[in-house]
């Protein structure tokens, strides 16, 4: 579940290391500079992770620990593997890496699926006050600490002119990750987040439940499937009517930026466009029982991580 991690050790938790002088023996080279500042510091690389160094710190991220420690990130490192790719980037660098506070997380799963990963997207709604941001080959919200994403993993290696496994070449990967990008331990209600603490039992599964009901928080939208045999009074072809509204001006995210738009210029006030909205989203949504046939396409990423949770319990 974990891929990316941004650690940053401080001469506080190392006081005994040189970090200028011992640090950079064991990353490659590359620059150096000095800030505005007079601080001096070492850019370098590890493989794929970038390495910065300074009297004060040493920083390390901007990649992927899960393809640094596995070779790819299709796979993502569970608890204990979690752990060792750690002590590896400890013994690498000769750190206590165990004590350095992590800056960045995110946590994630790759889902073979049976259709393209983008006919999924249509079908992930609101997601409580964030912002849902559709992207050409996924779908981003923009949550206080980070992001939760959608993607197409294939498309998105290839891009980057990776090598594809052949375990998922010609296969639809969707990737589900959120990105804690920064205030980790606020996220989790912590007064700090290190790297011990990514192997830590109850941290850990603490990080896939919250995956896992930040899924179940999204709104999910239904196809627009009329079952006429189950519409027998006037409020289910009233339902209907709505149904239909929605789809005719492109669905739930269209209607909703209009009812935004309305707000916005004075048409409607806060309390009809939240009025508006909650009946929009009853009548789409995949709870609503009755006039809307099930969807068996979202049914099927949601069971996928129904799986997940599983594992939590």
């Known amino acids: 579940m974990i ?13 005994k290391t040189d970090f200028l002088g011992e640090t950079s023996k064991y990353f490659q080279f590359l620059t150096e500079q000095q800030n505005s500042l007079g601080e001096y510091r070492i850019f370098g690389t590890l493989g794929g992770l970038k390495v910065i160094v300074s009297k004060e710190s040493v920083y ?15 796979q993502t490192l569970d608890r204990l593997t979690t752990q060792r790719a750690l002590e590896c980037l400890a013994d690498t660098l000769h750190l206590p890496i165990d004590r350095a506070a992590v800056t960045r997380l995110d946590v994630g799963q790759n889902f073979l699926l049976k259709y393209p990963v983008e006919v999924y997207f249509n079908h992930l709604g609101e997601f409580g ?41 010609g296969k639809n990967v969707l990737r589900y990750e959120i990105r804690y990008k920064h205030s980790v331990p606020r996220a989790f209600s912590a007064s700090e987040v290190t790297a011990a603490s990514l192997y830590n039992e109850r941290f850990y599964w603490d990080a896939v439940s919250r995956w896992c009901k930040a899924y179940e928080a999204i709104k999910k939208i239904n196809d627009i499937t009329i079952n006429f045999q189950a519409m027998t009074t006037k ?7 709505l149904v239909a509204l929605v789809e005719h001006v492109g669905g739930v995210g269209a209607f909703l930026e209009q009812l935004n738009e309305a707000q916005r210029a004075g048409t409607l006030t806060a309390k009809q466009k939240y009025d508006l909205r909650e009946a929009a989203l009853s009548a789409t949504g995949v709870e609503a029982p009755g006039i809307l046939t099930d969807n068996n396409i979202i049914q099927e990423l949601t069971g996928k991580v129904e799986q997940v ?3 939590c319990r």
């Open 3 to 15: 891929d990316s991690v941004d650690l940053r050790l401080s001469r506080y938790d190392a006081p």
């Open 235 to 241: 409020k289910d072809l009233y339902r209907m009517g």
């Open 60 to 74: 390390v991220g901007k990649g992927s620990l899960c393809k640094w420690a596995l070779g790819d990130n299709f």
């Open 129 to 169: 006050r964030a912002k849902r941001l559709p992207q050409p080959t996924g779908l981003y919200y923009q949550i206080t600490t980070g992001q939760l994403v959608f993607y197409d993993k294939v498309k998105e290696q290839r891009q980057k002119r990776c090598t594809i496994p052949e375990l998922y070449q």
């Open 309 to 311: 949770k599983r594992c």
